[in-house]
Nanobody
């Protein structure tokens, strides 16, 4: 079982920045696909950014050019650098890890970290 723990959320003024961190347990972190999702109040959870084990990155249009996802395999950590934050970025941000073992896909989620950008 892989444990996922996010940190770094908080209250930030519009135009400000935050860096979220996500630590995943397990010795196979370098093989995990990792992603950040966000869920605003009353809305569905949406993908913000993803990075696979090979370093390929995908961003949602809503965050492209403002958010940067990166990973440090030596620290079992994935980051989400969030710049130029807007009130519509207010959400709980979740980290997801994906592990494939003998062709079986496993997904692991953290508990989330709140990001609030007041209007």
């Amino acid at each position: 079982q892989v444990q996922i723990v996010e940190s770094g959320g908080g209250l930030v003024q519009p135009g400000g920045s935050l860096r979220l961190s996500c630590v995943a347990s397990g010795s196979g972190f370098s093989t995990y696909g990792m992603a950040w999702y966000y869920q605003a109040p009353g809305k569905q959870r949406e993908l913000a950014a993803a990075i696979n084990s090979g370093g390929a990155i995908h961003y949602a249009d809503s965050v492209k050019g403002r958010f940067t996802i990166s990973r440090d395999n030596a620290k079992n950590t994935v980051y989400l650098q969030m710049n130029s934050l807007k009130p519509e970025d207010t959400a709980v941000y979740y980290c997801k890890g994906v592990q494939v073992v003998f062709g079986q896909r496993y997904e692991y989620w953290g508990q989330g970290t709140q990001v609030t950008v007041p209007s």
